[in-house]
């Protein structure tokens, strides 16, 4: 069977780019909802840029540690958001909403993933970031070989992602989804149409080699 890594690219902040991710082939966008990161946004502001996307693309909302109020004034603002959480959450933290979520897991050697993954089993996924001072958008990978097989939710893999290194990742980890954000920037929170359209095209490129090597 084929499979199709999915792609979301994160820390948008404009229209342009917003529409320029569609364009490239990005089924999700994520929009940051933490303050203290340089590409955070308003829920109002969030709520604008969502209503641009198409059906099948979906927003994906970012908080760290967020008070349950302002979660829920965005999924009124952004109704069909995809939460997720990159701080301390609990499960019952993430679980509290009844909404699909992804939770960041901080790799770092010795980290047990399989269990934080199996502690986070109601999560729609677990995005692997690498551990960096504050949370994520830090532009670092980590070291893949800590991912062990098996992971029993889906993975989607972050963490220093770019053109030129995406193609290895994806044939090392096999991971539902890729998310990128600050290796297709110009600036930060200023993405870069061409290194978003290669992007894409380097992780249809490594799902055609991915394919050709299980045939």
Known sequence: MTTRTRIKICGLTREADVDAAVECGADAIGLVLYERSPRAVSIARAAELARRLPPFVTPVCLFVNAPPEQVLELLQAIPNALLQFHGDETRVDCERFERPYLRAARMTPG???????????SAAGIL????????????????????????PRPVVLS???NPANVIDGVMHIR???VDVSSGVESAKGIKDATLMRRFCEAVCEADARMADADA
């Open 175 to 177: 991971p539902w989804a």
């Open 128 to 151: 692997l970031d690498a551990h960096v001072e504050g949370y994520g958008g830090g532009g670092k990978a980590f070291d893949w070989s800590l991912v062990p097989p098996n992971v």
């Open 111 to 121: 980290f047990a993933l399989l269990d934080f993954a199996t502690a986070y089993a």
């Open 159 to 161: 963490g220093g992602l």
